[in-house]
């Protein structure tokens, strides 16, 4: 056997091995897998703006035109549109500067790229986003892994780290659907002349008030947020957000923007709509977060439903497997977390909620839940 085969055939002996499955898109939350109808409590898209009718129309013209100029942000792809994009999106989140990347990834190792040039100590929740630990890695920087959530023990790491020094978070995590700590790591940056990166890529548009993420209680030099557009904003790309002296760094350093093909026009476009009718209609934030309150009162006991994002973990592999393939035999698309996602033991059913999504949806797959799961909670 190749060594490509065994490592693959070691991977399934583990239940870890992962196939991909070719989704037909009915609309927002509805596909079809495998010739059977699923109502999808998988994607990403928290308000449903993928599908919006002004998304889809300002998309649509654009591509029209063309794709745009095919070349780096500081070539010839860096066009009127993404200039007003960047823009826009300072403005809303209350911050000096913007720049876009193609994702939201490459946004996380530009900016570790840039960190990297002036050496120092990252400290680093230890459920931390794959692409702030991927980027932590890139900068060759000294990293102190702090146990989740705990300010004690990342104050207690962060008091013998040499300067400069960074604290770096998920703002809402992505698999366990928990806010940062913000107000008390504001206060251990405080104390520590530390600095704060924030991944929000789960929280913009969704969490703080009129959406403008976790870490917005907190605003000021010290803090450096990274975004992106293909989450709630339901289209693609990355952003970082801060000082301006420091995002024109990240322009000139973060070498994943440097060398990379800018966004194309009708992505760019999708996000400026999409902008809009976030700050025209308040109404899907509140639709998406009534989801949440209902899915916390129809959950099992036990499941914490305090986010769109909600962890169902039932612990060995195999059994979230089994519990996914009985939501998909019920029609509802919620597949199996397992690791290295997510930690051994700790396999999972990951839920999210979307302004898309109707009531009898949530009524339907809360159902649904208690029976895949059965006595899991009880």
């Known amino acids: 056997m190749d060594p490509y085969a065994a490592q693959l055939a070691k991977l399934e002996e583990a239940n870890l091995l992962r196939r991909l499955r070719a989704l037909e898109v009915l609309g927002p939350t509805r596909g079809r897998l495998d010739g059977r109808d699923v109502v999808l409590f998988s994607t990403n898209d928290y308000l449903g703006l ?22 780096s942000a500081l070539l010839c792809g860096w066009t009127r549109l993404h200039e007003e994009l960047a823009t826009r999106l300072a403005s809303f989140f209350r911050a000096e500067a913007c720049f876009l990347f193609p994702t939201g990834y490459l946004a996380n190792l530009g900016v570790f790229q840039t960190l990297g040039h002036f050496g120092g100590t990252v400290l680093s929740d230890e459920r931390n986003h794959a692409s702030l630990i991927d980027g932590c890695r890139l900068a060759r920087l000294d ?33 366990d659907g928990d806010p ?37 209680t907190i605003l000021g030099p010290r803090l450096i947020r990274v975004g992106t557009l293909s989450k709630a904003f339901g289209s693609l790309g990355g952003f970082v957000l801060g000082p301006r002296p420091f995002v024109d760094l990240v322009v000139n350093l973060g070498r994943t923007g440097l060398f990379s093909t800018a966004l194309p026009v009708p992505i760019v476009a999708a996000a400026l709509a999409a902008l809009d009718v976030v700050e025209c209609d308040g109404a899907l934030r509140e639709r998406l977060w009534s ?78 839940v208690r029976l895949a799961v059965g006595t899991a909670f009880d």
């Open 291 to 368: 989801h949440v309150r209902l899915a916390a009162d129809l959950f099992p006991r036990g499941v914490r439903a305090t986010s769109p994002i909600i962890p169902v973990i039932l612990g060995p592999e195999e059994r979230a497997l089994a519990a996914a393939a009985t939501l998909l035999d019920a029609g509802f698309h919620v597949p199996a977390v397992r690791p290295p996602t997510v930690s051994a033991g700790t396999s999972r059913l990951r839920v999210t909620l979307t302004a898309a999504h109707t009531e009898a949806d949530v009524r339907a797959l809360a159902s649904a």
């Open 50 to 71: 993928s599908a919006h009718p002004l998304v889809r129309e300002r998309a649509a013209a654009a591509a029209a035109e063309g794709m745009g100029p095919r070349g």
């Open 143 to 175: 990293v102190r892994v702090y146990r989740h959530l705990d300010m004690g023990n990342l104050e207690t790491l962060i008091r013998d780290s040499p300067p400069p020094r960074i604290i770096v978070s998920d703002a809402l995590f992505s698999m």
């Open 180 to 216: 940062a700590p913000v107000a008390e790591m504001a206060a251990i940056a405080e104390r520590y002349d530390a600095q704060i990166l924030f991944d929000e890529a789960h929280a913009f548009l969704v969490h703080g008030a009129e959406g403008r993420g976790v870490g917005a």
